[in-house]
């Protein structure tokens, strides 16, 4: 398990100070964020995989998740792309505990978006947005930076959880005139 300073999970109202209202938007918006990269990128969005597999899930996940620290779980990392740049990095974990029956529809992803899955299936109920500076040492070497911000929530299905992080990457920011720095 990677070693990270610590942080903490936090809802809108336990920020502070409060994120300026351009992050806070993108932070806390629970509608699809699929849907919204599509939009802003003009219909130029894709979604390219990184890593899937079974995985040791970290500590903070298998609290969000409700199950023992250390099991292992379902993992799949990709970049959401927009006008051909990475904009977000999503992480997406699933106990194995909880998994029977969906393995295979989970498994099946390629480069289809998550959220298409989650976000059409009115039988996930989507819990609470929280956000944080995601630790650099958990994201890929190619876009590590200390300081990104990140969201996330758990989307529940009868006994099936799934966790859903995104991080904001600073092409993101640039493409809509935003200073990364600035956030």
Excluded at 12 to 20: G, S, T, V
Excluded at 49 to 61: I, N, T
Excluded at 120 to 128: K, Q
Aim: glycine share 8%; hydrophobic share 45%; aromatic share 10%.
């Amino acid at each position: 398990m990677t070693a990270v300073p610590a942080f903490h999970w936090l809802g809108a109202d336990q920020l502070h100070p409060a994120p300026p209202a351009c992050l806070a938007d993108w932070l806390f918006d629970p509608d699809s964020l699929t849907r919204r990269l599509t939009a802003l990128s003009a219909g130029r969005f894709a979604v390219t995989p990184q890593a899937e597999g079974w995985q040791v899930l970290r500590d903070d996940e298998c609290v969000a998740l409700g199950v023992t620290p250390g099991s292992e779980g379902w993992v799949r990392e990709v970049y959401l792309l927009g006008a051909d740049r990475p904009w977000v990095f999503a992480r997406s974990v699933a106990a194995r505990v909880a998994l029977e029956g969906f393995t295979t529809v989970l498994a099946e992803l390629g480069r289809r978006p998550l959220g298409e899955l989650l976000f059409s299936d009115p039988a996930f109920a989507r819990g609470p947005l929280q956000a944080t500076r995601y630790p650099a040492a958990w994201l890929p070497i190619g876009i590590r930076r200390p300081g990104l911000w990140g969201r996330r929530s758990c989307f529940q299905r009868k006994t099936l959880k799934v966790l859903v992080a995104e991080v904001f990457l600073p092409d993101l920011w640039r493409h809509q005139g935003i200073d990364p720095d600035a956030l």
